[in-house]
């Protein structure tokens, strides 16, 4: 009977489950990121996540207990160096899960297991947008709308006052006939009367010269 068997023992004997878990320990520290089947990867991470707390402080009991696990230098290097500093700030989910899919063949649901702070694409997106430092207020907006509207409002001024001047050179007009008309009838008399003058002059002119010929 497997009572109180509670973590998945993922077909394999203990030996062999260890011997694989280890070796999937060194290809995670090794490449950052790496895919196989989702209950291989959760139990990857029960085995990682402890060893990587176990990093951050860097003593000899604390590397002799990891190579324990990972059995290769190279991955104790990269543990207590490279991913300690990438990753040590974090207290706790170093590594994330992403679902891919199902296999072919026996349908198993295939996964990627990675690092978390290694997949710059996801950081790019969880990076805030910057902020300005001034505030934005709705009086600020109401009076960026009122500047874009000013401009309108001149050109509709404009053309109002296109049509009023039209409509004052037309009344100016007649007033400008009125005073030359005016000033014509003004000067109209004086005219007439040296032209009168002119020709009652011409007349004894005339008279004078017809009384010579006689």
Do not use: W
Request: net charge positive.
């Amino acid at each position: 009977m497997r009572h109180g068997k509670k973590f998945n023992h993922l077909g394999r004997t203990a030996s062999h489950r260890k011997a694989m878990l280890s070796n999937m320990a060194k290809s995670l520290l090794e490449h950052k990121r790496i895919s196989t089947t989702l209950a291989k990867a959760k139990e990857l991470r029960k085995y990682i996540e402890p060893l990587i707390t176990k990093a951050k402080e860097d003593t000899t009991h604390n590397r002799r207990i990891a190579f324990g696990y990972l059995k290769n230098k190279e991955a104790i290097k990269l543990l207590f160096g490279e991913v300690v500093e990438k990753i040590g700030t974090r207290p706790g989910g170093y590594t994330r899960i992403i679902k891919t899919g199902f296999r072919l063949g026996d349908n198993a649901e295939m996964c990627i297991i990675e690092l978390v702070d290694y997949n710059e694409l996801l950081l790019k997106d969880d990076q805030p947008a910057k902020k300005s430092g001034r505030r934005r207020s709705r009086r600020g907006s109401g009076k960026s709308s009122d500047a874009a509207d000013v401009p309108v409002a001149e050109e509709v001024k404009e053309e109002k006052e296109k049509p009023k001047a039209k409509k004052k050179a037309k009344d100016t007009a007649p007033e400008e006939k009125g005073e030359a008309a005016a000033d014509s009838a003004a000067e109209s008399p004086e005219a007439s009367a040296e032209d009168n003058a002119d020709k009652a002059g011409d007349d004894a002119d005339k008279k004078d010269d017809d009384k010579k010929s006689e």
